[in-house]
């Protein structure tokens, strides 16, 4: 896998109101057609009582679909897809709701409310850049500690467990073509004393970015 893509953090909910209609959003994170198809199914039962259930969703670079759920023709799915588009956000799937109020909207006012209904969704899920990570194992003293957190830091990386003995162990993960640097760095800070033992590398969402 070569190219980086963006991603839903995490998966997540929003809500509004407009002239009356309640707009409710769900987002996932997905990895295949399957678990998008899966998410829909799991909105349209539990929402089974709701005028329409419109959803979009892109996997890969390559696979983007769409359902107006009977709303007119392009007021609702693809405004919803391009959200994303527009974002760079890939690997995602998004359900907006709809109990109708008794007001119509329009079509300019449906293509606005699905559309802010996915950009809703997106802000409260943030997205995450999925990409070559290598987790770390970094053994130091504790002078040093709060020094090798800041280089973690510099390199892009996140702390993700600390266990304190005779000395710091701490387990991080940096973006794999950060690795290099952050040796060099905690070799030049300890005086050859800190050397950082790679545990894996894998394909992750990175740190979350607000959208």
């Known amino acids: 896998m070569n190219e980086i893509v963006r991603v839903p953090y995490e998966a997540a909910e929003s809500e509004f109101t407009e002239k009356r209609s309640r707009f409710i959003s769900h987002i996932w994170p997905v990895d295949s057609e ?7 199914r799991e909105m349209k039962t539990r929402y089974y009582d709701a005028r329409h259930n419109c959803w979009c969703y892109i996997v890969g670079q390559s ?13 609702a799915g693809q405004p919803m897809l391009k959200v994303f588009e527009r974002e760079g956000v890939a ?13 119509l909207l329009g079509a300019g006012g449906l293509t606005r409310a699905y559309s802010r209904g996915a950009r809703d969704a997106l802000s409260a899920a943030g997205a995450a850049v999925l990409g070559l990570w290598a987790r770390l194992r970094i053994l130091c ?3 040093l500690f709060e020094q090798v957190k800041l280089e973690v830091a510099a390199a892009g990386g996140t702390v993700d467990s600390v266990s304190y003995g005779a000395d710091v162990t701490l387990t991080v993960s940096v973006p794999a073509d950060g690795v290099d640097t952050l040796r060099l760095r905690l070799t030049e800070l300890s005086a050859g004393a800190v050397t ?16």
Request: net charge negative.
């Open 141 to 143: 003293v504790y002078a």
């Open 196 to 211: 950082p033992e790679e545990l894996e590398r894998e394909y992750r969402p990175g740190p979350r970015q607000e959208i």
């Open 63 to 75: 696979t983007a679909r769409y359902s107006d759920d009977g709303e007119p023709q392009g007021t």
């Open 34 to 40: 399957e678990e998008a198809q899966t998410r829909i």
């Open 91 to 103: 690997n995602v799937c998004c359900v907006v709701t709809r109990y109708f109020g008794g007001v």
